[in-house]
C-alpha cells in the first residue's frame, strides 16, 4: 500500500497509539483481556528469627 493512501483527501482521519496506550483502551473497554489483581505476600525471615 502507498503512503498517499494515509493523506488521500476524503481518506478517514487515524491516531497512532503508542503500546502502553493501547494497553489501556484494551483494559478500558475489556476487549480481549481481564485484569487481575494479585496480592503479594513477603516473609519477614528478621522478625521470625526472633521468636
Known amino acids: 500500500?502507498?503512503?498517499?493512501?494515509?493523506?488521500?483527501?476524503?481518506a478517514p482521519a487515524i491516531d497512532l497509539i503508542?503500546?502502553?496506550k493501547l494497553a489501556s483502551l484494551l483494559k478500558q473497554y475489556e476487549l480481549g483481556v481481564k485484569t487481575v489483581l494479585v496480592e503479594k505476600v513477603l516473609v519477614d525471615g528478621e522478625w521470625f528469627g526472633g521468636i
Open 1 to 10: 500500500m502507498k503512503m498517499t493512501e494515509a493523506i488521500r483527501d476524503g
Open 18 to 20: 503508542d503500546g502502553q
